[in-house]
């Protein structure tokens, strides 16, 4: 069952980055696997603190996040950043409800269908690292758009 969860959630969502514009994806392909990067890092943090557990041990681990952070997040984080381009109080307001969402309601979802269960990481620990994150990643984006001309509107 985890197996196909998996699967479909990566499918499902690369699917939808067939309709962003290939300017916004190769715009914003820098931040999204920089934001990548930062969440594998958390994972193998994780994985150490044992912040989260997931059935299988560590190697179901490291899938559940690569299924993650290359599905969903990679294909959201293209959006969001797509459809807020330059307006900072909107990207903060939609990074602040849908991280509210994963926090409080789908990480509900994920535990009961035994993707992981949270241990020493609480819902409100997600939504404040997710949060972080997107000033995080809105500073670095905004840090390769100084650098390349190119891209300035």
Same mark, same amino acid.
């Given at each position: %069952?985890?197996?196909?969860?998996?699967?479909?959630?990566? *499918?499902?969502?690369?699917?939808? =980055? =067939?309709?962003?514009?290939?300017?916004?994806?190769?715009?914003?392909?820098?931040?999204?696997?920089?934001?990548?990067? /930062?969440?594998? +890092?958390?994972? %193998?943090?994780?994985?150490?603190?044992?912040?989260?557990?997931?059935?299988?041990? /560590?190697? !179901?681990?490291?899938?559940?996040?690569?299924?993650?952070?290359?599905?969903?997040?990679? +294909?959201? @984080?293209?959006?969001?950043?797509?459809?807020?381009?330059?307006?900072?109080?909107? &990207?903060?307001?939609?990074?602040?409800?849908?991280?509210?969402?994963?926090?409080?309601?789908? @990480?509900?979802?994920?535990?009961?269908?035994?993707?992981?269960?949270?241990?020493?990481?609480?819902?409100?620990? *997600?939504? !404040?690292?997710?949060?972080? !994150?997107?000033?995080?990643? &809105?500073?670095? #984006?905004?840090?390769?758009?100084?650098?390349?001309?190119?891209? #300035?509107?």
């Amino acid at each position: %069952m985890i197996l196909v969860f998996r699967i479909s959630i990566v *499918l499902i969502s690369w699917f939808s =980055i =067939i309709f962003l514009p290939k300017s916004s994806f190769r715009r914003f392909l820098t931040v999204t696997l920089f934001s990548a990067c /930062v969440l594998l +890092a958390q994972t %193998m943090m994780a994985i150490s603190f044992k912040w989260w557990k997931t059935k299988g041990g /560590v190697k !179901y681990t490291v899938y559940d996040a690569l299924s993650f952070i290359f599905g969903p997040f990679f +294909a959201i @984080n293209m959006w969001v950043f797509h459809f807020t381009n330059g307006r900072f109080l909107l &990207y903060t307001l939609i990074n602040l409800v849908m991280d509210l969402i994963f926090a409080f309601g789908l @990480n509900i979802f994920f535990e009961n269908i035994g993707a992981y269960k949270l241990k020493k990481f609480k819902p409100k620990h *997600l939504f !404040y690292t997710a949060y972080a !994150y997107s000033f995080i990643n &809105y500073g670095f #984006q905004k840090l390769v758009e100084k650098g390349d001309v190119h891209s #300035q509107p």
